[in-house]
């Protein structure tokens, strides 16, 4: 009479050893992806030094403002160069002109305007360089932005704050004294063409 031929039994180490061919082929996998995502974006060192030339200055806030927009929304697909006019008594109205630049991508030529809430009274004229994230169609850009209220963030003469909608987040930051902050409380209207109503 024969006798069972007994089954092997799995070693311990076999079982680590599947775990850690999975894990490599899902590295593989991703890399390719990441390595799509983060050519399609600027990474912190590119925009400091891109702010840095903009504002024609170097200061420990501006980079530290920077850092903080990284640190919560992450890698801008674009950035907006711009300038902006402001009056204000108390309240009082934004407007500005620019260039949006994504990576990899076309340039083009936004206005902005809407209602600000200010620190200074009188006439308020600044450089605005606006961190661009989410924006996958670049006609996107034009529509209302409100503001997110609560994160005006103000740091050694820079301040920056958020303005969103839907997944598309903005980040301008101004420099300088006199700066106000511009939508924290509002909204900031982005079109193709110059116009004077705010609304």
């Known amino acids: 009479m024969s006798r069972p031929v007994p089954l092997p039994r799995h070693h311990p180490i076999s079982r680590a050893w599947l775990f850690a061919l999975l894990a490599v082929f899902w590295l ?10 983060e050519g399609d974006t600027y990474d912190q060192d590119s925009i400091v030094k891109e702010a840095e030339r903009f504002f024609g200055e170097t ?43 994504l990576k990899n991508g076309p340039s083009t030529r936004v206005f902005w305007q809407g209602p600000s809430v200010g620190f200074d009274l009188g006439l308020n004229a600044s450089k605005v360089f606006v961190l661009v994230y989410k924006l996958q ?59 004077y109503n705010p609304f």
């Open 59 to 101: 200061t420990e806030g501006l980079a530290k403002v920077i850092e903080k927009a990284f640190k919560e929304q992450g890698r801008p697909v674009g950035y907006i160069k711009g300038d902006e006019i402001s009056a204000a008594v108390t309240v009082g109205l934004s407007y500005g002109k620019g260039d949006l630049q």
């Open 28 to 37: 593989l996998q991703a890399a390719p992806a990441r390595a799509a995502a």
């Open 137 to 195: 169609d670049i006609n996107a850009i034009y529509q209302r932005f409100p503001g997110v209220d609560g994160s005006l963030y103000w740091v050694a003469g820079v301040g920056m704050n958020y303005q969103q909608r839907d997944q598309i987040v903005l980040a301008p930051i101004r420099l300088g004294v006199g700066w106000r902050a511009g939508a924290s409380v509002g909204y900031m209207h982005y079109t193709r063409e110059r116009t």
